[in-house]
Structure formats: C-alpha cells, structure tokens
C-alpha cells in the first residue's frame, strides 16, 4: 500500500509539472501576441524581426500576414487555415520557413487580425517543455523504484520479525502447555501489541501458577485438619463403647462425637463458602452497601466479647461512604477480621476500627495491639489452613483471612497486611465510576463505585 501510495504521489507530481509548463507557455503566448498588437504598424516588422533574433533555441514562431493571407514577415511560411484567429492559445501545425528547407510542427500559437487588416499570429514549441517532463518523470522513476524497493524490505523485515516472535512465544506456550507453570512469554519495553499481550499472558500465569500451588497442598491440609475431628469423634465413641455404664456417660460420649462432628463440618462448610466466592457468583447482587454501618455493626457484635477479654473496642468514621458490593460478604470479611484481633490482643489492650475516605477511595482498617504478624508471614497467613505456631493452642481453623482474601478479591478492592507489633490490616477500595469492571484473577467482576455521603 505504501509503494502504490508512492507511486500515486510520483505520478501526480509528474502530470502537475508537465500543465505547470504547458499553461506557462499558453500564458507567455497571449503576453507576447498582445504586445505585440499594441505596437504601431510601423514597428511591428522590426520588433518581430528582433524577438526571433533573441531566440537562440530556435523554439519562438512570429508571422505577420496581409489581408489575403500573404507572408509579410517572421519564421511562420504560411498561415494555417485551422488557427482560430482572436481565439485561444490552440495547438496547430505551422509551417517555419528556413533557409534550405520547410518544416511543419506542431506548436502552440494564438492569432488576432489586427485593426490595419492584417494578420499576427504567435507560437512556441512546446516540445522543450514535454522534454523537461520527461526528465522530470525519469527523475521521478528513479526516485521511485528505490522507494519501491524500499517499502517491499521494510514490509519483509516486518513480517519476518513478527513471525519469529510469534515462534518465540509459541516455542513457550509449548512449555507451557507440557506442564511447566514457571515460564513465562517474553516481554520487551516496548509499548506494542505483543508486549501487551505477553504482560497479560504473564500476569494470568502467575494467578494460575498461584492458584495451582495453593490447590496442591490444600489436599494434605484438608486432609489433616479432618483427621483431626474425626479422630476423637473415633475414640470417644470406642471409648463410650467400652466403658460407659450409665445413658449420662452415653449422652456425655455423644455429646463430644457431635463436637466433633460440627467441628469437620465447619471446616467442609467454610471451604464451599471460599468455593463460592472465590467462583465470583455474588457478583450478580451486588448493591449500594454503606461501609460505616458494617463496622459499626461488626463494632456491637464483638463488643461484649472485647469487654469479657478485658479489650477496649472501638470505631474512628471520619466521613461515611457508600460503596458497591455484598453486604453480607463485607460484613464477614471485616468481622473475621475483628475476630482475629480480639483473639489475639491480651488482656488490657484495644482493637479499633477505623474508616477513612480521601480522593483516592475508601480505606476500612483494623488495629490492634497485639503482637502482629511477622515479615515472613504476611503471604503465608493467607493460606488456607495456615496457622503459625503461636496460634496453635488457640481456636481455629486458618481459614478466616483466606476468606478474607477472597472476599476482597471479589470486590476488586486491595487487601494490606502491615508485619511488626500491633496487628494493623487494611482493605482499600480505589474510587472509581460505579458500574465499572476490572479484573479479577481470571474472572471480571465490578470495581466498588464510591459515593462519599
């Protein structure tokens, strides 16, 4: 396309040149025959005997004729019949007399029958003004078959290096579809298609590599986190088997087997509810959600909990906000995480909740003053049945900040977790037009629509 363009371009050069000195010539005519037609009748054949003269290439015509048509001076042998005298420049045949001999030529030339009754006609060869069109079309040729040559490489070069990229990523893909995860298409600086398309091929690599790690291993954890109930619902029952004697040590055996029992199926529970959310099938009911009741609400169901901890609990709203999402996963996300805190804050210390709204979005936080999550731990707490080993005498299940993940994750918001002394987590959520969808791990779910109140 871009060779025929110039090809186009070359041409029009050349067919504009080549009017460009056929009208000048048209224009140099008229000028030349209507001077000439000012001049006294005296005069003329000297002025017309001195512009021949002047004409060293031999391409000017001048001829003037009496009445009847005779020659009475100039180059021109005899007047044509076909010049259309007070007309238009018109290309005719005029024959030039010479000294040996008579031409006839094709040239442009205008006439005017002059007020004593004689006849004046003018012309030029324009022969002189085809032949520089020519070199200027030779010229443009020349010019053009590099250009041409030139476009027909670059597209080469181009479709060349698409290809070989397109082997480099396929050679990849290969591996990638073997079976190894870790690899990942190769991405440059450059802002083009592949480069994009290679950052988002990465970026949902990375989200399956994840997922499937997590899959590999939450197996054992399953595994081991319902052995564990189920074992003493196993022995309580062998043990009730043997040694009750009365129906209250029955009812005592089936008491702690119904414990049990509850307790394997909270686990199974809580697992289909990750399932849920983390299969984005909330998002369909989503609504305008007002984050300032959900922590104050989550602020009156742990406050009795606190008070018999010992655990001052309370909530800093700067300003309230709505939001876009489920209310009822907001509330159990930021419930666990209160849960958490008041778990594990001492005696004597305080948990708080806080909401903070700028030109960025929401932020919902909570702290406590217990002893934090460490450095090494702030990916790792979101395991699913993950417990470090000074949570291991305290009750539960290592699922509630999984949940807690998940939830955010749905929502589209960002989930921090600060190391150090003091646990401090914070769930952000960019403001943004509601009704937006961006997203999340390999599914699309809306962005949280902020509306400050």
């Known amino acids: 396309m871009l060779a025929l363009f ?82 238009p420049v018109q ?36 022969d002189e003004a085809r032949e520089i069109s020519h070199v200027v079309g030779r010229a443009l040729l020349l010019g053009l078959l590099p250009a041409f040559c030139l476009c027909l490489l670059a597209g080469a070069w181009l479709s060349i290096r698409a290809q070989r990229r397109v082997e480099q990523v396929n050679r990849h893909v290969q591996r990638i579809v073997a079976g190894d995860l870790r690899e990942r298409l190769p991405q440059t600086q450059a802002d083009d298609p592949f480069a994009r398309l290679a950052g988002i091929v990465n970026g949902m690599l990375d989200e399956i590599e994840t997922t499937v790690n997590a899959l590999a291993g939450v197996g054992n954890d399953i595994a081991h986190d319902l052995r564990t109930p189920l074992t003493r619902v196993r022995l309580a029952l062998e043990r009730g088997r043997t040694h009750a004697t009365t129906l209250e040590d029955l009812q005592d055996v089936a008491d702690k087997a119904i414990g049990g029992i509850d307790q394997a199926l909270t686990i199974i529970t809580a697992l289909l509810r990750l399932a849920e959310i983390e299969g984005s099938r909330r998002t369909a009911g989503f609504g305008a959600v007002a984050l300032d009741e959900i922590l104050r609400r989550v602020c009156d169901v742990y406050e009795p909990i606190a008070e018999d901890k010992g655990i001052k609990i309370r909530v800093v709203i700067d300003r309230t906000a709505e939001l876009l999402g489920d209310r009822d996963l907001l509330f159990e996300a930021i419930a ?54 000074k949570m291991r005498h305290t009750p539960g299940m290592g699922l509630g900040l999984s949940l807690v993940a998940a939830i955010v994750k749905l929502h589209g918001f960002r989930l921090t977790i600060h190391p150090g002394p003091g646990g401090r987590v914070e769930i952000f959520a960019a403001r943004r037009a509601r009704g937006d969808v961006a997203a999340s791990g390999s599914a699309r779910v809306p962005e949280a629509g902020l509306a400050p109140m």
């Open 6 to 87: 110039v090809a186009g371009m070359f041409t029009f050069i050349y067919l504009e040149i080549d009017d460009y000195l056929i009208r000048r010539s048209d224009q140099m005519i008229a000028t030349q025959l209507n001077f000439m037609a000012e001049l006294p009748p005296g005069r003329l054949n000297d002025a017309i005997s001195d512009h021949l003269q002047q004409d060293s290439r031999s391409v000017q015509y001048a001829g003037l004729f009496d009445a009847a048509g005779v020659r009475m001076a100039g180059n021109i042998a005899r007047l044509p019949p076909q010049l259309d005298l007070d007309g």
């Open 91 to 126: 290309s005719v045949r005029l024959p030039r007399v010479v000294p040996s001999a008579v031409h006839d030529a094709v040239v442009k030339a205008a006439g005017r029958r002059l007020g004593s009754g004689q006849i004046l006609v003018m012309g030029r060869n324009v």
């Open 336 to 389: 666990n995480l209160v849960d958490n805190a008041v778990k594990f804050t001492p005696r004597g210390g305080r948990v708080t909740l806080e909401l903070t709204t700028d030109d960025g979005g929401v932020q919902a936080r909570v702290t406590d003053t217990g002893a934090g999550i460490g450095e090494g731990e702030r990916e790792v707490v979101l395991r699913r049945f993950y417990r470090s080993d």
